[in-house]
């Protein structure tokens, strides 16, 4: 019998897809598992149905598996990043106002002290993160960022 496998994300989005042929469901299962150590999902299907849902940690994922996931994925999206603006400003120069940022720098909300600017963003549900130095800010390196 064909088989379809997806590799899915954290919130059930194909990011991938195998076919294959196997005699049985058992069978496509456990040739699906391989696919687990790409990606943290698998669904397995045959035409219209779906066989399986596998995931890296246990094996068979039912509904609460996945609300987990994507839970986890919404609390990294929920980091934000205050900064001191002007951007890369010479060293003693003023700093002209705070802004909360998202991961991919589009200013939230702008603020006169950091302060003002980490109480907004933990009243609004994010995890507001501050530079360790000021001049290394690179939002992909975690170890330049704090937790306010």
């Known amino acids: 019998m064909k088989y379809r496998t997806h590799g899915v994300d954290a919130c059930g989005v194909s990011l991938a897809d195998y076919e294959f042929e196997c005699a049985t469901d058992e069978e496509a299962e456990e040739r699906a598992s391989r696919y687990?150590?790409?990606?943290p999902v698998i669904e397995v299907w045959q035409g219209?149905?779906?066989v399986a849902r596998l995931t890296r940690n246990s094996g068979q994922a039912g509904e609460t598996d996945?609300?987990?996931?994507c839970r986890e994925a919404q609390k990294q999206l929920s980091n934000v990043f205050?900064?001191?603006r002007p951007k890369g400003k010479p060293e003693g120069s003023p700093i002209e106002d705070f802004v909360v940022?998202?991961?991919?720098d589009h200013v939230l909300k702008s603020f006169r002290t950091q302060d003002e600017a980490v109480r907004w963003a933990k009243a609004t549900g994010h995890t507001p993160h501050i530079a360790r130095v000021r001049h290394l800010n690179d939002k992909k390196k975690p170890d330049q960022w704090r937790e306010a």
């Not at 687990?36 to 990606?39: A, E």
């Not at 996945?66 to 996931?69: A, K, P, Y």
């Not at 940022?101 to 991919?104: F, K, Y």
């Open 82 to 84: 205050v900064e001191p």
């Open 66 to 69: 996945l609300q987990r996931i």
């Open 36 to 39: 687990l150590n790409v990606h």
């Open 101 to 104: 940022e998202d991961h991919v």
């Open 48 to 50: 219209m149905r779906r």
